[in-house]
């Protein structure tokens, strides 16, 4: 009968339960058949054991934490503007600063930006705590679309019934959108900061509130530009009223507090310049984008043939008989 050797291995674990288990793993040679003796193994059989004390660490070891943390404070060493809070302007993370903003306060902030409340600051509720880029650049070039496309499909709609009109999609609209947006939402808040900080303003407005508010004002101009598709004059003039004097009178109310300290008659010549900007805004939309030229009617002229018609005329000559 084939005898084999038995190793039994002892694995202590760093942590024990409380019953303290212990694992034992047998290994057992085989004979040349790979059947094992019941009777070799009880008898003349060896038996080894191996305590094992040292572990690999695992993932969530002390060891891993330890190296993480000093790869962390090397990555601060190596950017030092971490240290005190301040990020680097060349640096990800200062602009990823500008666009850290969730949905719900997107939402309420295009939603109070067509909604004037008297009772509060829209600045001070809803932009100063968290003021970002995410929402105005979104909405500037959803306005940039909707504008170039809503004018096009007006065009369009004039022009689908006659037969003699060959339409063509303008893609100058969109680039001319694209200017006309993002330069009234960069360079007006732009102007009013540099304004603030030639007359030594104090109120803290920064430049980044501003065009926080300039941008989602013309959230209300989105849903407008759609309507202004209807070629009807009146209605398009009345909702350039009524777009421009909601969203302006809350563009109005909030910056008004960096205003009131200054001059009355230049705070007020401010406003009002404020106001006619957004105003002329409105107008400039649907003046260029949806004004639909007329369409002319070119008569050609004709040549007319004459038709001569001729009459034989005959003579009877009457003979007295």
């Known amino acids: 009968m084939a005898t084999s050797d038995a190793a039994v291995i002892d694995v202590e674990s760093d942590i024990k339960s409380d019953a303290e288990l212990s694992l034992q793993f047998q290994d057992f040679s085989g004979s040349a058949s790979g059947n094992l003796s019941r009777s070799g193994s009880a008898g003349g059989a060896k038996e080894q054991v191996h305590n094992f004390t040292d572990f690999p660490d695992t993932p969530g070891s002390e060891d891993d934490d330890g ?7 090397q990555d601060d060493l190596r950017n030092p503007s971490s240290a005190d ?10 602009y990823q600063s ?17 909604i004037p409340n008297p009772s509060s600051n829209y600045l001070q509720k809803y932009i100063r705590p968290n003021p970002d880029l995410y929402g105005p650049f979104w909405i500037c070039t959803t306005l940039v679309f ?26 100058h609209k ?3 959108a694209a200017t006309t947006v993002y330069t009234y939402a960069s360079l007006i808040p732009l102007s009013l900061w540099i304004f603030l900080w030639y007359r030594k303003n104090d109120t803290g407005y920064t430049l980044l509130e501003i065009l926080c508010i300039y941008g989602y004002s013309l959230a209300i101009y989105v849903p407008i530009s759609v309507i202004w598709t209807i070629q009807v004059s009146w209605i398009q003039w009345l909702f350039i009223l009524i777009g421009s004097a909601l969203s302006g009178s809350v563009l109005l109310s909030a910056t008004w507090p960096a205003f009131k ?8 010549l401010v406003m009002a310049v404020m106001l006619g900007l957004h105003l002329l805004l409105a107008i400039g939309f649907v003046t260029y984008f949806f004004k639909v030229p ?6 050609e002229p004709r040549s007319t ?8 005329i005959t003579a009877k000559n009457s003979t007295s008989g």
């Open 85 to 94: 809070g301040k990020r680097s302007f060349w640096s990800f993370a200062y």
């Open 294 to 299: 007329q369409l002319t009617t070119i008569i």
């Open 174 to 176: 969109v680039s001319i």
């Open 67 to 73: 190296n993480e943390r000093d790869e962390l404070l």
């Open 146 to 171: 909707s504008t170039a496309i809503s004018g096009n499909l007006a065009n369009y709609l004039y022009f689908a019934n006659t037969g003699n009109y060959e339409w063509r999609y303008d893609f």
């Open 261 to 268: 300290q200054d001059d009355k008659k230049v705070s007020i």
């Open 305 to 312: 043939a004459s038709i001569v018609t001729y009459i034989p």
């Open 98 to 114: 500008f666009f850290d903003v969730d949905t719900t306060q997107v939402l309420q902030r295009i939603i109070w930006s067509m």
